[in-house]
Nanobody
Framework: HVQLVESGGDSVQAGESLRLSCVVS????????MGWFRQVPGKEREGVAV????????AYTDSVKGRFTISQDNATNTLYLQMDSLKAEDTAMYYC???????????????????WGQGTQVTVS
């Protein structure tokens, strides 16, 4: 069973930066695609960014393009989301997720991912 643990969420001012981390452990099979999602109360979970196993493919939702960067360190099994120029609209619970198949090359959708972390809260004021 794949286990995911997010960290790095905080309360910050608009324009500041945060770096979220997600440690992956407990693999039965290799994970070929990793993604970040976010959710606010009353709204459906939204795909933010995705990255392929080799890191050669990334995709982002339009609202974060140019501000967020997804990356990973396969040596430490850690996924990252660098968030710059944060806006109040970025306030959400952020989740990392794993997919045991190749990425679709599109913004990630919830139904494509089988393993989820517990989430880390990001608040921008």
């Amino acid at each position: 069973h794949v286990q995911l643990v997010e960290s790095g969420g905080d309360s910050v001012q608009a324009g500041e930066s945060l770096r979220l981390s997600c440690v992956v452990s407990g693999y039965r099979y290799s994970t070929y695609c990793m993604g970040w999602f976010r959710q606010v109360p009353g709204k459906e979970r939204e795909g933010v960014a995705v990255i392929s196993l080799g890191g050669d493919m990334t995709a982002y939702t339009d609202s974060v393009k140019g501000r967020f960067t997804i990356s990973q360190d396969n040596a430490t099994n850690t996924l990252y989301l660098q968030m710059d120029s944060l806006k109040a609209e970025d306030t959400a619970m952020y989740y990392c997720a794993a997919r045991q198949w190749r990425c679709t090359r599109r913004t990630p959708v919830v139904s494509e991912f089988s393993s989820w972390g517990q989430g880390t809260q990001v608040t921008v004021s």
